[in-house]
């Protein structure tokens, strides 16, 4: 049988990583069995689900490459499908009417120390309840639990997990309001029946949610899926993942110019491992080696530098005008005035040392406009008092190279620095630090060939006069 999983975010906010890699994982399995990967839109709470957030979670999962088969389920729309479940559970005598107010529940909690529902209207009589309809009291719908035995499921990462019965509350099903809003582990389970739903596959904060969904397919006889619950992602500080520790959206990451290859191949590795030492992985390589078996029970801790290294991996692979087509996406000036050869040549000269497009464009400007200014703090720190005499004597020589290529730069400099025993750092970390601006960075006699001798002796004039 092949498998049917499902993503189902609710949208109250955009998609974040935690979120992303649920949805990954779900994708991973399906396309793994050549099974379907769907996605259902969790939009019962009106008062905060929101388009806008729908739409960003939907875009973001199409930039990632988690593309879905058929229309996305709106849950919302399946209401009266919950509704007539709800009746059907009623009919059954599985589930019931229950009158307890807000405040009597409140009084029974404070007497019994325990917020344990006491089955206070589980098996009253027809004519007790027809007389707080006929008041028109509100009312709320609870599932009758087994009061015996236990309830238990097979968790493909936790193994086992057993609740006795007798600790599970008869649960609402739908509240007291005047619409009687079904609630969330009862319209989930009939949309994981109606969708045809394998497996479930989701976070351990879910574990809960499921004794109490099963007990709602048992009750209403139909099959249950096969559970998967994913470890935690936690900060680098072991708590929760914040905002302050990379939960920060997708969108987020697209923004800052990480590339969908990079973040998909560091989520796939939050709480799980191919059992290799292989580390960078396209997602057809993540979907082929993809194993349910190979998840951890151990929490995942979210490692920014980790990200950092992968992305700059996929990045460095990538071809100088797929990488110039996603610039333009973000910013549509890069570089506008030059020529695309130019262009690529530079992307391709710092592709291999950025984690992002960003970066990328941050650290670029030195190839487009001249420097406006000087740190004084580097000038302190590599100007000696015979530097600027260095550089003019090395700036007559190398002018008059015929082919301005690295290879030529590099064999003139050497020669230059031998017969005037000048050491390395002393003449290339100023030539570096008046052509970029910066002490690091790619090759630099690969810097000075894009750059040209025209701009090299413009630069280097400049430092003099000025430093």
């Not at 409140?106 to 120390?113: A, E, F, G, M, Y």
């Not at 390589?285 to 991996?313: H, M, P, V, Y």
């Not at 000048?422 to 003449?427: A, D, E, H, P, W």
């Amino acid at each position: 049988m092949k498998p049917i999983v499902r993503f189902a975010p609710s949208p109250t906010g955009e998609l974040h990583i935690g979120g992303a890699r649920v949805a990954l994982f779900n994708y991973l399995f399906a396309k793994k069995y050549s099974g379907e990967f769907l996605v259902r839109i969790e939009d019962t709470d009106l008062q905060r689900s929101k388009n806008k957030y729908r739409d960003q979670i939907c875009d973001s999962l199409k930039w990632l490459g988690l593309k879905w088969n058929r229309d996305s389920f709106i849950q919302s729309k399946n209401i009266s499908r919950h509704r007539s479940t709800i009746d059907q559970l009623l009919l059954s005598g599985k589930a019931y009417k229950c009158f307890a107010t807000k405040e009597e529940l409140d009084l029974i909690r404070k007497k019994t120390n325990s917020y344990a529902y006491p089955g206070t209207w589980r098996n009253r009589s027809q004519k007790d309840i027809l007389k707080q309809e006929n008041k028109s009291k509100p009312y709320s719908i609870r599932l009758k639990t087994p009061e015996k035995g236990e309830t238990s499921f097979l968790d493909k990462v936790y193994g086992r997990i057993s609740v006795k019965n007798a600790e599970i509350d008869d649960f609402i099903l739908a509240r007291s309001d005047a619409n009687k809003s079904p609630v969330y582990n009862l319209v989930v389970t009939v949309d994981d029946h109606d969708m045809n739903i394998t497996h479930v596959i989701r976070g351990e904060d879910h574990i809960s949610n499921t004794i109490k969904q099963i007990l709602l397919f048992q009750s209403l006889g139909w099959s249950i899926p096969q559970y998967v619950h994913l470890p935690m992602i936690l900060g680098s500080n072991g708590e929760r993942l914040s905002k302050r520790h990379g939960a920060t959206g997708v969108q987020s990451y697209q923004k800052m110019g990480y590339q969908p290859e990079g973040l998909l191949n560091y989520l796939a590795f939050l709480g799980w491992n191919p059992g290799t030492n292989e580390e960078i992985m396209k997602l057809d390589r993540l979907i082929e080696t993809f194993d349910l078996d190979q998840i951890q029970k151990k929490s995942a801790i979210f490692d920014e530098k980790k990200l950092n290294w992968i992305s700059g991996q996929h990045l460095s692979t990538q071809s100088a005008k797929q990488i110039f087509d996603d610039i333009k996406g973000i910013d549509t000036k890069w570089g506008s005035s030059y020529h695309d050869k130019y262009i690529l040549s530079v992307i391709d000269l710092l592709k291999s040392r950025m984690n992002s497009i960003v970066q990328l464009i941050d650290n670029s400007s030195y190839f487009f406009e001249d420097l406006a200014t000087y740190d004084k703090n580097i000038i302190n720190d590599i100007w000696k008092k015979d530097t600027s005499s260095v550089l003019e004597s090395y700036m007559k020589v190398i002018v008059k190279i015929d082919e301005w290529n690295s290879y030529d730069l590099e064999d003139h400099t050497k020669n230059f620095m031998k017969q005037y025993d000048i050491g390395f750092g002393k003449l290339m970390k100023p030539i570096r630090f008046i052509l970029c601006g910066v002490l690091n960075g790619p090759p630099l006699f690969e810097i000075m060939e894009l750059l040209g001798k025209d701009i090299f002796i413009k630069r280097v004039e400049n430092a003099l006069e000025v430093i």
